[in-house]
């Protein structure tokens, strides 16, 4: 995570996300280039547990902020603007998997000859994981992608996803155990 990063996600209330919202707001560029600066990654992150591409994670995480530009007057509370950001990325990236109707190749990536030699059964195991996460709804993706890529809680959660508190957790957990079956009996 970048300095800034992990600067909004632990200051309180008068932090620079709270300035830097409102110069965005009265259209400085600058003040929406550190946001952008410091919450791309989580954004592209969430977008690729949700979509399983790369490329469409770049495509929502590039639509998200576009998105959030246009729509940053609606953010009632400055101080949530990640949970919202992270929240926009991931409805974005749910959006091109449903427009585009495609199964994409899982990506293997050579090793740079000066790394060392990456152990094959973790390869194996992060393509098991992937082509499990793949046959999941894009729904239940999202909902994972908020969870443990986004770091949101239930309930803030579910206000994002149209759930109670309650039916986040009872979800998240039969999604859960779908993906240890799977997993297991794979």
């Not at 530009?69 to 959006?95: M, T």
């Not at 994409?104 to 996460?133: F, G, M, S």
């Not at 909902?143 to 443990?148: D, F, H, P, Q, V």
């Amino acid at each position: 995570m970048t300095g800034l990063a992990s600067q909004a996600t632990t200051t309180t209330t008068g932090s620079w996300v709270t300035s830097a919202v409102a110069l965005a707001l009265a259209g400085d560029e600058t003040a929406f280039a550190r946001i952008v600066d410091a919450y791309h990654r989580d954004l592209v992150r969430v977008a690729y547990i949700v979509a399983g591409d790369e490329g469409l994670a770049e495509d929502a995480a590039q639509s998200a902020w576009s998105i959030a530009w246009r729509k940053l007057g609606s953010l009632r509370d400055p101080e949530r603007l990640r949970p919202w950001l992270v929240s926009v990325a991931a409805n974005e990236a749910r959006q091109l998997v449903r427009s585009r109707h495609r199964r994409a190749v899982a990506e293997i990536r050579v090793a740079v000859p000066d790394d060392p030699e990456p152990d094959p059964a973790d390869e194996i195991d992060r393509l098991d994981l992937l082509n499990t996460l793949r046959g999941l709804k894009p729904e239940d993706r999202r909902l994972l992608a908020l969870r443990y890529v986004g770091g949101l809680e239930p309930t803030e959660m579910s206000s994002l996803v149209g759930m109670s508190p309650s039916g986040v957790r009872g979800h998240l957990s039969r999604v859960i155990e779908r993906l240890r079956k799977e997993l297991r009996d794979g």
